[in-house]
């Protein structure tokens, strides 16, 4: 299924990075000069929780390649930071047309990329031109790039049009994006991370997955194959910040994270783990908690025969005691799902029908299915904590014994998530029957969930139900809060009966931060700006 960390293969960026090669940034390096501030030179060091798979967020929009992007590439519109509300970025300015089928930018004048190159329409024609051709390629990752999920674009599905007609040159500040049909969440879906505009030198280069190139407060300056590095671009329009350089660190085990921190080797961490919150809070240190905006799942897929009969889904849900998961492998403020969209939406299922937790109903339901005992694979990542799922192996193993106990025959399968788990669970060709994973949302919109999830086939849960795709689709078009509302809210109830997925949890995940800091720009999608973060004496 799509997620929001799925990756394209590390191969492509640590081939370059692993073998300890430098890339050196590039173009003007002029300090600020006048009545200018000087560059900040303070340096940061942030633990990330896994390796980026690439630095080019249009193909993988990861956490870990996303936050990096969004310091160093930029929208045409950013989120705010506390209500998600589309606000101005690289455009000054935008209007939509009457029927929701165009939105005609004006950007704002003088704004260079990091190659010295000036930001005009043409550039962002060439981002647009860039990411159409990605979701059009035959590429693995192209049906899970954010370009098409959002405007559902290069699909093979007949039931299934792209919204997306064409990005339009008007004269030098001004480009229209221009909609076959209207999706009413595009403003919101371009404050991604992922649509972030390049340099179209870089784009032309081929070179923007190891070396991106943008207008943002951070320039790249080198990548290595547990490190990358930035440095304050010094020409930037906006605010510079307290950092004048930053190193996102990979540590996937969340132990040595929080060691990295206490010995002073790394100034913040995320993907607190639970054996950390008790002693972090003794010492004194901040711990800085993200709202629930991620759901964990088991992925069922239906292209596995046996997994297309009702009976046998709903036995599985009935054998996973979520709440028990909830409770004791997640942070405290984690919520049980029921459905897929977070609840800060208010659309939840008024009639849900997903399977509460009870043994002996999943021996029946199992033993009236077409079940035949035969074994189920079930992959699950390994060495790795997400927004979504912070200890994989802990909640698989509680998971495959409560469905063992309700009479299912596993075949389990690890696969370290830096092996390219989401690729394999999304393989068409995959030989899994169940699979351990979640999404993270990116921008402030149901859509942003039932989209990417279930608006279009996919190989991690082999659903094929036109009705649903279309009626996913169908809602991500329509306006006007209180019918769309409760459109969702039908969805859910939808969903939660044709059951292609077990839904776990919303969980919080945290930050931690050391006495240094004295503001950390926390978002819930993981999507923070350096430039934000304020130190203490600076």
Not at 524 to 532: A, C, I, P
Request: aromatic share 8%.
């Amino acid at each position: 299924m799509s997620t929001s960390d799925f990756q394209i293969g590390r191969r492509g960026f640590l081939a370059v990075a692993g073998l300890g090669v430098v890339l050196t940034g590039c173009g003007s390096s002029d300090p600020r000069s006048g009545s200018s501030p000087a560059a900040p030179d303070a340096s940061f060091v942030f633990a990330q929780a896994a390796a980026p798979a690439t630095l080019d967020p249009s193909i993988s929009n990861s956490v870990e390649t996303s936050r990096i992007a969004a310091q160093i590439l930029e929208g045409l519109v950013k989120a705010d930071p506390s209500t998600g509300e589309p606000q101005p970025g690289l455009a000054e300015s935008w209007e939509t047309n009457d029927d929701d089928r165009s939105v005609t930018f004006t950007l704002r004048r003088g704004i260079t990329f990091h190659d010295g190159a000036a930001l005009d329409a043409h550039a962002v024609r060439a981002n647009f031109d860039k990411w159409r051709a990605q979701a059009e390629s035959e590429e693995p990752w192209a049906p899970r790039t954010s370009f098409a999920t959002v405007f559902r674009h290069g699909n093979s599905e007949p039931s299934i049009s792209s919204s997306y007609e064409g990005c339009e040159v008007i004269d030098d500040r001004t480009v229209k994006v221009v909609l076959r049909h209207a999706y009413y969440p595009l403003l919101h879906a371009l404050t991604q991370p992922s649509f972030g505009i390049a340099s179209p030198e870089a784009i032309t280069s081929g070179t923007s997955h190891v070396h991106p190139v943008g207008t943002g407060p951070f320039r790249f300056i080198a990548a290595e194959a547990r490190s990358v590095q930035l440095s304050v671009n010094p020409d930037y329009w906006g605010e510079l910040g307290h950092l004048g350089t930053v190193e996102f660190r990979s540590i996937p085990d969340p132990k040595v994270r929080y060691a990295a921190l206490v010995s002073g080797q790394v100034d913040a961490y995320d993907q607190v783990g639970l054996d950390a919150f008790a002693p972090l809070a003794r010492s004194g240190t901040q711990v800085l908690f993200r709202d629930p905006y991620s759901v964990s799942y088991v992925g069922i897929n239906q292209r596995v025969p046996i997994l297309r009969d009702i009976k046998v889904r709903r036995a599985i849900a009935a054998s996973i005691d979520r709440g028990a998961i909830a409770r004791e492998l997640f942070p405290n403020g984690t919520n049980v799902a029921d459905q897929f969209i977070p609840a800060r939406f208010n659309v939840d299922g008024e009639d849900l029908k997903v399977p509460g937790f009870n043994h002996q109903r999943a021996r029946e339901l199992l033993a009236d299915s077409t079940y035949d005992g035969a074994p189920l694979t079930f992959y699950y990542p390994r060495n790795t904590s997400r927004l979504y799922l912070q200890q994989p192996e802990q909640v698989f193993a509680m998971i495959s014994s409560q469905l063992t106990r309700a009479g299912f025959n596993l075949d389990p399968v690890a696969v370290n998530w830096d092996d390219d788990y989401v690729q394999k669970v999304t393989d068409p060709q995959s030989p899994h029957a169940l699979s351990l994973l979640g999404w993270s949302g990116g921008f402030r919109d149901p859509d942003n969930f039932l989209g990417p999830l279930l608006g279009s086939p996919n190989a991690e849960l082999g659903v094929r139900d036109p009705g649903l795709f279309t009626a996913v689709n169908r809602a991500a078009a329509m306006s006007g809060d209180a019918a769309r509302a409760n459109t969702y809210r039908a969805l859910n109830n939808r969903v939660s009966e044709l059951l292609p997925a077990v839904p776990l949890a919303h969980p919080v995940s945290a930050v931690a931060v050391n006495n240094r800091v004295e503001t950390f720009p926390l978002t819930s999608t993981g999507h923070e700006l350096f430039n934000d973060l304020t130190l203490r004496n600076s």
